[in-house]
């Protein structure tokens, strides 16, 4: 199940690029093969990602092409043949699970987990079924895309009832949802508040475009010393009731309270 906070893109065409984007310290380097490679640097992208994952680093995950693409299909292809395999795909423009199920049958016992992006209206309307076909550990807004095929600005308010859904699709499947990067590379502040309203709507994590976005992604998504320890308090004094709803600090405390503070536990150290 992916479990980090952040993650960052960083172009397969761009091999002189990796090292910097991994000591971003994001939870995952992605290694992209999609819309940042050029039709023509395809091959040489799908080869320096996985030169870099047979390295056995951990923490690298590669965003192949859409499945329906020429492209997407000679990345499954060399990836069945691939001395190794990073931990995590990223699939791109997916609008059923069909895609999803093509992906996890190809590559057999050895395929990732994968987490698809849902891009379209479309592949929003099938969201639940995605989100929990074969493999999948994670569900990520391609808000970009998205805006894009509403005919809007990449903003909050356009794409709120998309997030919504996204949301409640990826909690029906008991997987986390992703947001979509922030993309104004000198707005701090606005990344700072995305982030906030992103996690209030119940997204676990961001994606990144810019090393520099990595630290206010992590300061946003990870628990605070404070919310740990209130959640470990809280889950202490349920046990000493014998797992009964009690009243606690001016509020009841029962099961659904309780699973949020062990929500907030078990994205201690992502």
Known sequence: M???NSFLFVPGSRPDRFAKAYASGAGLTVIDLEDAVPA????????????????GEAGWAIRINGVATAAGIADLAVLVDAEALPGFLFVPMVESAVEIEIVA??????????????????????????????????LMFGGADFSGELGVMLA????????????????????????????????EAGLA???????????????????????????????TAAELAEA?????????????????????LEAPLVKRY?????????
């Open 2 to 4: 992916f479990a980090a």
């Open 40 to 55: 023509g640097d395809k091959a040489a992208a799908r080869a320096n990602a996985l030169a870099q994952v047979a390295t």
């Open 105 to 138: 049958r190809v590559l057999g016992e050895r395929c990732p987990e994968l987490i698809p992006l849902i891009e379209t209206p479309k592949g929003l309307r099938h969201a639940v079924e995605i989100a929990a076909a074969p493999m999948v550990g994670g």
């Open 156 to 187: 909050w308010e356009p794409l709120l009832a998309a997030r919504h859904a996204l949301v409640l699709a990826a909690a029906e499947a008991r997987v986390p949802a992703i947001d979509v990067p922030w993309i104004h590379l000198d707005d």
């Open 193 to 223: 508040d995305e982030c906030a309203r992103a996690k209030a709507l119940g997204f676990a994590a961001k994606a990144a475009i810019h090393p520099a976005q990595v630290a206010a992604i992590e300061a946003a998504f990870t628990p």
């Open 232 to 252: 470990e308090a809280a889950l202490a004094a349920y046990a000493e009731a014998g797992g009964k709803a009690i009243r606690y600090k001016g509020k009841m």
């Open 262 to 270: 062990q929500a907030v536990l078990s994205r201690k150290g992502n």
